[in-house]
């Protein structure tokens, strides 16, 4: 079964609007969690890691008050896409090393911004 | 440059033939290798680490790791129709703390085994 779960799989909004979707790490607690982007065609880009009780850490050229994170728990990180634009739409898709494994992604969340 | 390269294929080989499916990196501080599969739609899912020069194996799987050459590849044997997916070749770049996240991408292979 899924070790890292995101929420939701799917989403459909309008230019403008803020989106937020969930990354949950199943049996496990992460203490740090990572956020990728893919495009269509094109490879996954790592956007930001996601430090439990602390800020997250961006990658070059990611706009952190666009990509609001917030990792409150240890099970949970959220990505917020503030103000959405068409440009933004895309497959979002996060990761979690579980303890004496390997890192496990998420099922991914697309987001289409009309 | 970038960082992580693959020929982006597609790649062809009928069912049972052996697919080779190759990456190079740039970066040769790099210490852990990953090759995913992704199926259209869907998150990456991993098939093979390799940390070590040589050949790992796993089933079906071969995962081959020359630092020196800074070269990693990817052998399916006996290609099955299910293999039919994009490769992806993943790096860690960065080494120590919690790192082990931070993967380059290269931009994938796409496979199709045909019956």
């Known amino acids: 079964g899924a070790v890292v779960s995101q929420h939701p799989s799917r989403v459909i909004c309008k230019s403008g609007t803020s989106v937020k979707i969930e990354c949950r790490s199943l049996d496990f607690q992460a203490t740090t969690m990572f956020w990728y982007r893919q495009f269509p065609k094109q490879s996954l880009m790592l956007m930001a890691t996601s430090n439990e009780g602390s800020k997250a850490t961006y990658e070059q050229g990611v706009e952190k008050d666009k990509f609001l994170i917030n990792h409150a728990s240890l099970t949970l990180s959220t990505l917020t896409v503030t103000s959405a634009h068409p440009e933004d739409s895309s497959f979002y898709i996060c990761?979690?090393?579980?303890?004496?494994?390997?890192?496990?992604f998420g099922e991914g969340s697309r987001l289409t911004v009309l | 440059q970038k960082e992580v390269e693959q020929n982006s294929g597609p790649l062809s080989v009928p069912e049972g033939a052996i697919a080779s499916l190759n990456c190079t990196y740039s970066d040769r501080g790099s210490q852990s290798f990953f090759w995913y599969r992704q199926y259209s739609g869907k998150s990456p899912e991993l098939i093979m680490s390799?940390?070590?020069?040589g050949d790992k194996e796993d089933g079906r799987f071969t995962a081959q790791l020359n630092k020196a050459s800074q070269y990693v590849s990817l052998l399916i044997r006996d290609s099955q129709p299910s293999d039919s997916a994009t490769y992806l070749c993943a790096v860690n770049m960065v080494a120590g703390g919690t790192s082990y996240g931070k993967l380059t991408f290269g931009q994938g292979t796409i496979l199709t085994v045909h019956p």
């Open positions: 390799i940390y070590s020069n």
């Open positions: 990761s979690a090393k579980r303890p004496q494994s390997e890192l496990f």
